[in-house]
């Protein structure tokens, strides 16, 4: 299950607006929809609930209700200009549930491209990384820091006007490395479809749950074109690029 909630923090969505309250009424509302979709988990699942500074702690309190919790992940979030009286704010983070101790976790899946800039090599070959025409890399363990995360903008095929759309990249980590092909993935927040998007993409089947009309209809028009146009943004060969690095470039 993968959920990206209005954060406590006020915001137009469509036609609906999400307005800012206390920290205990906001843990309320997680509680409301969450504790509704125990039910529907496999004791194999895994829950990746989206959030940040603002709401975090009380995912955490919440989630840990209902399920066991294995990490928390930072994703850098680059964009805007920021703030003049304060930090920007260029982090949101996903808290990663399971259900039980038994729970996929393909980290072979998700490794991830990184440059290397001091190349060693031991006995004039290198090690531990691979020499190309491109420059020097090596595929790495994905840690809980992400800081290969591009935003959908103007320019990119995927990029909607939904105001907080979740790039695909970062849906494809999540699902190739909690689920197998053929698997179903609950999305109870799905805005303009990305979750639905990316496991068709990458041969996973879908509930994508969604109140506005309009971001329904983008995200049926984004499912038509995936079959076409299948690619992801940022994974390629098998392994996730870093930022403005590999074949994508961005």
């Known amino acids: 299950m993968f959920c990206d909630p209005p954060y406590n923090l006020n915001k137009n969505f469509g036609k609906e607006r999400f307005a800012q309250t206390s920290s205990d009424e906001y843990e309320q509302w997680l509680d409301s929809w ?55 704010n260029a982090a949101e983070d996903i808290w990663f549930f399971t259900v039980s101790d038994k729970f996929t976790f393909n980290v072979d899946s998700v490794k991830q491209r990184r440059r290397v800039i001091a190349p060693y090599k031991k006995n004039g070959e290198p090690k531990d990384w691979v020499e190309t025409t491109d420059g020097n890399f090596r595929d790495t363990h994905p840690s809980n820091v992400w800081t290969d995360i591009t935003v959908p903008f103007w320019s990119m095929p995927e990029n909607t006007d939904h105001p907080t759309q979740k790039p695909e990249k970062l849906l494809a980590k999540i699902i190739l490395a909690s689920s197998n092909p053929g698997d179903l993935i609950l999305d109870p927040f799905a805005g303009s479809g990305t979750t639905a998007v990316v496991a068709q993409k990458l041969g ?33 060969d098998g392994v996730f690029w870093e930022r403005n690095s590999g074949p994508f470039r961005r």
């Open 34 to 88: 969450i504790s509704l979709c125990v039910p529907l988990l496999k004791k194999t699942a895994s829950i990746y609930i989206c959030g940040d500074w603002r709401s975090s702690a009380a995912i955490e309190r919440v989630g840990t209700r209902y399920f066991d919790l294995q990490n928390r992940i930072t994703w850098e979030r680059e964009k805007g200009r920021g703030a003049k009286r304060n930090w920007k």
């Open 204 to 236: 996973r089947r879908c509930i994508a749950v969604e109140s506005d009309e309009k971001y329904c209809l983008i995200a049926q028009k984004r499912l038509s074109l995936a079959n076409a146009e299948p690619s992801i943004q940022g994974f390629d």
